[in-house]
């Protein structure tokens, strides 16, 4: 995912939201059967995406990004937009402790975008 971030050129707190929707992942068993560089793409777009806002209808995956990750916008989006409701719904359950991770200062507040 690391390497996504730098071809994406994003900010140091977009890439922390995108790790915090990674180890979100881990709690979903749905999302383990995917290849790992799926899930990164997946969360970085995620993240991206929220940077962004969700309303924003704007490309964010450009070719760049499709020729190094192998995968297109259409493949990552529907994904993503399930992943972020997943991670929302994790958020108000009883599993608070990445959520509580991901809002302290040394993780650039990123679960705070959400």
Request: net charge positive; with cysteine; glycine share 4%.
């Given at each position: 995912?690391?390497?996504?971030?730098?071809?994406?050129?994003?900010?140091?707190?977009?890439?922390?939201?995108?790790?915090?929707?990674?180890?979100?992942?881990?709690?979903?068993?749905?999302?383990?059967?995917?290849?790992?560089?799926?899930?990164?793409?997946?969360?970085?777009?995620?993240?991206?995406?929220l940077g962004?806002?969700?309303?924003?209808?704007?490309?964010?995956?450009?070719?760049?990004?499709?020729?190094?990750?192998?995968?297109?916008?259409?493949?990552?989006?529907?994904?993503?937009?399930?992943?972020?409701k997943f991670?929302?719904?994790?958020?108000?359950?009883?599993?608070?402790?990445?959520?509580?991770?991901?809002?302290?200062?040394?993780?650039?507040?990123?679960?705070?975008?959400?």
């Amino acid at each position: 995912m690391e390497r996504f971030a730098r071809i994406a050129q994003v900010q140091e707190r977009i890439q922390m939201l995108a790790q915090y929707l990674c180890d979100t992942c881990l709690l979903d068993c749905t999302l383990m059967k995917e290849r790992p560089s799926k899930l990164a793409a997946v969360c970085l777009y995620a993240a991206m995406r929220l940077g962004k806002g969700l309303a924003n209808t704007q490309p964010i995956w450009n070719a760049t990004l499709s020729k190094n990750s192998g995968y297109k916008e259409e493949d990552v989006r529907g994904m993503a937009m399930d992943l972020i409701k997943f991670v929302k719904n994790v958020e108000q359950s009883s599993l608070q402790s990445l959520y509580k991770k991901y809002q302290s200062p040394r993780f650039l507040e990123a679960a705070k975008l959400l």
